[in-house]
């Protein structure tokens, strides 16, 4: 009768701890998703300010540079466009 009660009193134990270990599991899991989408949205706001950049310099003429290459020679370097 002890060793049976002695049983149960550590299955439980061992359960509780199992849950406590899976809850713990969860919320890393979720903080991981958590920080993965912020990364992911901090890439996508720099694409869109990048396209943002490119899209609204284009010039009038078809032959003419977009204003980022004008730019560039205007300060002297090329940024490997030569």
């Keep these: 009768m002890v060793q ?13 701890e199992k849950h406590k270990s899976d809850a713990k599991l ?5 903080d991981v998703k958590e920080k993965a989408q912020n990364d992911e949205m901090k890439l996508i706001e720099r694409y869109g300010d990048a396209l943002a950049q490119v899209i609204s310099l284009q010039p ?4 003419d540079l977009p204003a980022y290459f004008r730019s560039s020679y205007r300060d002297g370097s090329s940024k490997g466009l030569s």
């Design 4 to 16: 049976t009660d002695r049983l149960a009193a550590q299955r439980l134990e061992f359960e509780r």
């Design 26 to 30: 969860k919320e890393q899991e979720i």
């Design 60 to 63: 009038d003429e078809v032959t």
